[in-house]
């Protein structure tokens, strides 16, 4: 048996209790049910940041937030999720979880494997963080492209679970203060909007099923701050859109629904009021 727990009031039985006693058991209640549960806690926020250790996630958080994640030049700094507020001038917030760093093969349970990706389920938009320069995570792995990063960090998400690909999404490519950045983030933005021809150079078990559609693709540099206050300003925006897009999807359930019971209400009524043959 599995449950959740998403609001506060939210109830789950877990196990039944005993019989009380009674005459015909001589007032002896019975033995109650007896479960071993496991709990897991998965983090809510606004907006969850998908990216390979060393991306400079907890750097980006810390500037766009008041978070004060640890921060250092080795991977896996992040060991725990992190969260923090953007703050906006109209006192609006918008939650910010810094997960810890990916890994190929995280689905299987590498690295931090599902201690970071069952944080995914319950984030309402994903922030792509990727270095602009690519990614190698030691001396013994493949280098990976900026491209090739987010197929793999794609492939991830599709291979834990695939409703995760279906979030609205964001890339911010990161690191944009180093030599020649521009010429790489010029070459990411054509491979993402056309990647037939990169994704045919990429191994099978490197392509998803379906690509990620990022609303909006951000050159940012969390070491000088350069894009960062745009980057907040589309985090609000597609917030605000998606909230925009579920207020019209529920008001829209609910004309229906009231529109359902209102021909049932008319064909009751109606069926009420039509004479009865006599037999």
């Given at each position: 048996?599995?449950?959740?727990?998403?609001?506060?009031?939210?109830?789950?039985?877990?196990?039944?209790?005993?019989?009380?006693?009674?005459?015909?058991?001589?007032?002896?209640?019975?033995?109650?049910?007896?479960?071993?549960?496991?709990?897991?806690?998965?983090?809510?926020?606004?907006?969850?940041?998908?990216?390979?250790?060393?991306?400079?996630?907890?750097?980006?958080?810390?500037?766009?937030?008041?978070?004060?994640?640890?921060?250092?030049?080795?991977?896996?700094?992040?060991?725990?999720?992190?969260l923090?507020?953007?703050?906006?001038?109209?006192?609006?917030?918008?939650?910010?979880?810094?997960?810890?760093?990916l890994?190929e093969?995280?689905?299987?349970n590498?690295?931090?494997?599902?201690?970071?990706?069952?944080?995914?389920?319950?984030?309402?938009?994903?922030?792509?963080?990727?270095?602009?320069?690519?990614?190698?995570?030691?001396?013994?792995?493949?280098?990976?492209?900026?491209?090739?990063?987010?197929?793999?960090?794609?492939?991830?998400?599709?291979?834990?679970?695939?409703?995760?690909?279906?979030?609205?999404?964001?890339?911010?490519?990161?690191?944009?203060?180093?030599?020649?950045?521009?010429?790489?983030?010029?070459?990411?933005?054509?491979?993402?909007?056309?990647?037939?021809?990169?994704?045919?150079?990429?191994?099978?078990d490197m392509?998803?099923?379906?690509?990620?559609?990022?609303?909006?693709?951000?050159?940012?540099?969390?070491?000088?701050?350069?894009?960062?206050?745009?980057?907040?300003?589309?985090?609000?925006?597609?917030?605000?859109?998606?909230?925009?897009?579920?207020?019209?999807?529920?008001?829209?359930?609910?004309?229906?629904?009231?529109?359902?019971?209102?021909?049932?209400?008319?064909?009751?009524?109606?069926?009420?009021?039509?004479?009865?043959?006599?037999?």
């Amino acid at each position: 048996m599995a449950g959740e727990l998403d609001k506060e009031g939210e109830k789950i039985r877990v196990a039944r209790g005993g019989l009380g006693g009674s005459f015909s058991t001589d007032f002896l209640p019975s033995k109650g049910q007896k479960r071993i549960i496991h709990l897991d806690m998965k983090l809510i926020s606004d907006v969850g940041i998908v990216g390979f250790p060393n991306a400079g996630k907890s750097s980006l958080l810390s500037k766009i937030s008041h978070a004060k994640p640890q921060i250092a030049e080795y991977a896996f700094t992040t060991l725990k999720p992190e969260l923090g507020k953007i703050v906006y001038s109209d006192y609006k917030q918008i939650s910010v979880a810094d997960l810890p760093g990916l890994i190929e093969g995280a689905h299987f349970n590498k690295g931090m494997g599902h201690k970071f990706l069952k944080h995914i389920e319950r984030t309402k938009h994903l922030l792509f963080v990727v270095d602009v320069m690519g990614f190698q995570l030691s001396y013994k792995t493949p280098y990976r492209s900026a491209f090739e990063t987010i197929q793999l960090l794609t492939m991830e998400l599709q291979l834990y679970n695939k409703e995760l690909l279906g979030k609205p999404a964001l890339l911010a490519v990161n690191k944009m203060d180093l030599p020649n950045a521009d010429q790489k983030f010029q070459q990411l933005v054509k491979q993402i909007e056309n990647p037939a021809e990169s994704l045919k150079l990429l191994p099978d078990d490197m392509i998803p099923d379906r690509p990620i559609e990022f609303k909006y693709i951000l050159p940012v540099s969390a070491a000088t701050g350069q894009g960062l206050d745009n980057l907040k300003s589309c985090i609000r925006k597609s917030i605000d859109e998606q909230a925009d897009i579920e207020l019209r999807e529920l008001t829209q359930e609910r004309l229906q629904s009231l529109q359902t019971e209102s021909s049932q209400t008319v064909k009751r009524n109606l069926k009420k009021s039509l004479p009865r043959a006599d037999h």
